[in-house]
């Protein structure tokens, strides 16, 4: 998976190794989110469900209601907002789908907090890191 260079970056990019999937990382961040801030940002963290195999009908009816391809795993509203896209720890075990860089970059020209996340501990830290940007 090549990671452009536009694109901030949580995580070790050289790990490699066995490492959860994708959706037990993303189970993991929001368990710990939800946790951590029950109160705040774990009312509000979301992950826009815009994957997975549908016919042709059910895809022409999600966009309709608002499906946006590409869409990142996490994204929570603020000012800015936080946009991170949730890949496994190990890179080489992720690939991007189709808009997923188009996306990032949009709302990253939105002034967006954008970013792409190498397991939930990476997403921690950008999580961290977005809230210590925040204004008191």
């Not at 499906?67 to 890949?87: H, R, W």
């Not at 190990?90 to 996306?103: A, F, I, N, V």
Request: proline share 8%.
């Amino acid at each position: 998976m090549i990671i452009p260079n536009w694109l901030p970056i949580y995580g070790d990019l050289e790990f490699r190794g066995q490492c959860p999937s994708e959706t037990l990382e993303q189970v993991t961040f929001f368990g710990w989110v939800r946790r951590e801030y029950p109160e705040s940002l774990g009312m509000i963290a979301i992950h826009p469900r815009n994957e997975g195999k549908r016919h042709h009908a059910q895809v022409r009816t999600e966009k309709a209601e608002g499906m946006t391809p590409g869409a990142p795993d996490i994204i929570i509203p603020g000012s800015p907002t936080f946009v991170c896209e949730l890949k496994r720890q190990d890179c080489t075990k992720s690939r991007w789908q189709p808009g997923q860089l188009d996306y990032l970059a949009a709302a990253q020209e939105m002034g967006a907090f954008v970013c792409v996340a190498l397991g939930w501990e990476a997403a921690k830290e950008a999580l961290q890191d977005w809230t210590s940007r925040q204004p008191s």
